[in-house]
């Protein structure tokens, strides 16, 4: 049975977040993911600051590696401990839709995007990232876990 995605077309607005930054290969982007979130919820909660949003991961695949940018969206700017980082996700036009399922299907999502993307003229806009509203180790059943891919664009 073929997987079909819902695209939605949003326009972003600048949110503030707090994230810890790294290049590795592939294989190690989620223990590293793991501990990211960890440290990150430990310094909003030590600064005072609440997120307002899931935890995301902003993604840059190279060769043989993967730039990551994650950590969760703030309700304002944080300073930042010399690991944790202030960042920003960008404004502007973005193509969204859901994953359901096991974070190594993904790609079966971004494919669904990038021919969205193709078919109304658009080209993409600097690194896409991914938002996930289950925590696996609280709900190891993957049928159950959600992650939201979005792919900033620009009008060709």
Known sequence: MAVTYDINEVTLTRQPTAVMRGEMP???????????????????????VDPVGPPFARLTFLAGAVAVE???????EIDGNGRVEPSALPEGHAAVTTHMGRYEDLDIAYKALRSWLEAHGYSGAGPHWELYFTDPQADPDPNHWRTDVVMPYLAA
Request: with cysteine.
């Open 26 to 48: 592939a294989s190690e982007v989620g223990p590293w993911l793991a501990d990211c979130y960890r440290t990150v919820h430990t310094y909003l909660s030590a600064v005072g």
């Open 70 to 76: 994650a950590g969760f969206p703030c309700e304002r």
